[in-house]
């Protein structure tokens, strides 16, 4: 069966890789970490940058992957060996068209302990729901840590389940939403409150955290779809400062 | 009844807009939160920059509203949801002429734990005084968390009486003066008082820490008058060199 | 009695001004603090620039002072309320040559708390001998925490005594050297090692922590008179590229 | 006996500049620090920058050394005093060729307490196999603390053994690797992973972190061959813009 790769908007290949930029700037992603977008003429493919830096990607490295994370035009294009991250969300979670992945380092201590990760304030709503952490021992014993095939995937997209935030044990976690606008802002807003979650619990003597309640979140994300498009503004222009597209 | 907007000298358009990307320049605001000047001419109204990334704003991006917070001149441009508690604040403190609006991350754990905010320092004196919690739930339930009504801006209001700072459980704070560097210079120095107050409980053990006593930050307060503008001074130097204006 | 100042190198001028803009790029000052140096030409008397945020200095700024912390040449420059500090560590030290005082975040707490400032490694060696903590209420009572006359700068430069280092409760510190790279190294390691030792003792469950002990302390400062040099070398030059002086 | 100095790659020797940058701009070391790589001609040699700050660094600064740590051709340029640390490892090692040594701040509090470092994510899986810190006191007593001659660069080598990162008691660290590409990245992600560290033991109260087991930390350390690549070629890429070597 031969999939037939749809033509993509140019403005788009451009907004997924100044996606990338975006998170390197804001500290979300160093030299690793990834983001990707559902295809928006077909739900059964996704685009994503060729394996390198974030910091380093341009709109000539989208890649175009199927489901199954295999990539349909990579020519000579090295691939991000986590992929199968993307592909099995996608597979599971219609209503998801972009993810993020990271290491962040304020969120990886909440991967480590028991501690979970609550709203600290109505940008990090998303969080109020609950962010599950997925440790990779528990289905596939010793390995490298890397969700490296589909199994893999799809272990990690079914502790995911119904959230926005998924943690991934001793290796980060994966923001996700229905535009590439609120995957951005919730990894990086998930990075911020961690680091808010943080310095609370210094303060806390060990009483529980005022945050907000899951109804506040469910109330509070709302607002942030259009939130998610003022901090867009704002990060997408700083890129286009700076390289011109 | 029709209010006439009075002419404003564009010197003040340009520092309050030159105000927001202060506050973006030092970490107080990042896509969100707003600052605003009571009208120098008319004290029933007060001016603050269209609904954008604060980073983002320019003199001609300034808004006249009334103390209903309703904007008298916006034509196409969109006003922050939230300017509710610029105007209830005006119309309950005569002596306030300029309000910022942040979700300042050292902040926001004072609001989510019980731990009261001190003045770690002279240049956060105003502190001293303390910085109430506003919580939204006491008198409207589960909310959005947003003060997006007159109501919910007078109810902050109240909850500020006669401070100088006031705390929004998981949200953020505001910060008040009589001008427009006072209260840029108070929400700067909260954020940065917050951060060594965390850090100095974390080395107390329990013991109370040798903050100001509320004499000697009413005192060190009087010297922040001063204090502010030598801030000022540098802070929108470092803006007029970035955008020529 | 007519004094005549000394004719200044003017590099030294540049060093004096240069060594202000360090501080505020290192985050020892933001905009407030100030660095002094004794005059090379005349023990009796010592440079500081005008009062401004520090980051603004030029070599024009610098005014020469009395050790009574009179200004001798300021014309219509303004003096810093605080030089007292400097006039009266100068009177009662004659080893040192050079003092930064500043607001410095992290070193704050420190007079906050019971907890001593320790030589979290050699670089901040100058610390294993103790840094105590001048509480102006023991003496002044209420005030606006400011070292604004002899009297004050007297019972500061009192509680240094035979110390590098002086904290200042709910206020910030003093750093002082014998050379002005010297104070300024110092200041900026304060900074750097009271962050060190913070995080050291959440790591340290109450424990004593392993730092320097006082001869290792006394032993590794004495390499720091080099090690001073090298690190101005760096900073210096960054203000060279930046200002051309 | 006459040692013929091989000749060095050029392109070599802009790398190991670069390294230098590199962890200047990371926040690994700032005036202080070095970078060394075995020479890949004669492993009886190894490669280090002049004495100076990291930052400052051209490929023209490039000592060679032997592995008693004599230089051969440093002409006119100082030798860093702690260059008897890389002479002694590279011999005690081969399977070492390139080392860095640094102060880097979130590293040192583990030098100064009991708790041992652990891999908090897979990029920092080198720190699953431990980290033992030398304490320069035990051999040596009293000392200005540091490895100025080959017999303490002998017993930082023996604490090192066959790990990838030895700790210095109030000192800082090394990080060794295969390639130059190796070891910085090693010392990039022991400050941040001493920093995710930190925080998870603030969150953790007291309970052992799920770190990487050492099965774990050892698979993961083999994919980080590639993954220091991806970084190198970002890292590098930052250093040519701004150098143009």
Redesign the interface.
């Known amino acids: 069966m031969t999939i037939v790769i749809p033509d993509t908007d140019p403005a788009l290949l451009a907004d997924l890789a100044a996606a990338s930029r975006i998170l390197a700037k804001r500290g979300v992603v160093?030299?690793?970490g990834h983001v990707s977008l559902r295809h928006p003429e077909n739900p059964e493919l996704y685009l994503m940058p060729k394996?390198?830096?974030p910091?380093?990607a341009t709109p000539g490295d989208i890649i175009t992957y199927d489901l199954d994370s295999e990539p349909l035009n990579a020519g000579s294009r090295g691939s991000f060996?986590e992929r199968f991250i993307h592909g099995e969300i996608y597979k599971l979670r219609p209503d998801i068209n972009s993810i993020v992945h990271s290491?962040s380092?304020?969120v990886?201590?909440?991967?480590?302990?028991?501690?979970p990760m609550v709203?600290?304030?109505?940008?990090a709503?998303f969080l109020a729901s609950g962010a599950p952490v997925f440790?990779i021992?528990e289905k596939f014993g010793?390995?490298?840590?890397?969700v490296c095939d589909c199994a893999k995937g799809i272990a990690l997209a079914e502790t995911l389940a119904d959230k926005h935030i998924a943690l991934m044990?001793?290796?980060?976690s994966v923001a996700c939403g229905k535009t590439l606008q609120l995957s951005v802002f919730r990894a990086v807003f998930t990075e911020?409150s961690a680091?808010?979650?943080?310095?609370?619990?210094?303060?806390?003597?060990?009483?529980p955290?005022?945050?907000?309640?899951e109804?506040?979140g469910r109330?509070?994300d709302?607002?942030n779809d259009a939130?998610s498009l003022?901090?867009w503004?704002?990060?997408r222009?700083e890129i286009t400062m700076e390289t011109g597209w």
């Not at 010793?142 to 890397?146: A, E, R």
């Not at 044990?169 to 980060?172: I, L, S």
């Not at 955290?209 to 309640?213: M, R, S, T, V, W």
């Open positions: 160093d030299a690793f394996s390198q830096a910091a380093l060996i290491h380092p304020s990886i201590p909440f991967g480590l302990t028991r501690t709203g600290t304030f109505h940008t709503a440790d021992r010793q390995t490298d840590m890397l044990r001793a290796h980060g911020v680091r808010i979650q943080t310095a609370a619990l210094l303060l806390s003597s060990g009483e955290l005022d945050a907000l309640e109804e506040e109330l509070a709302a607002v939130g003022r901090a503004n704002l990060w222009t």
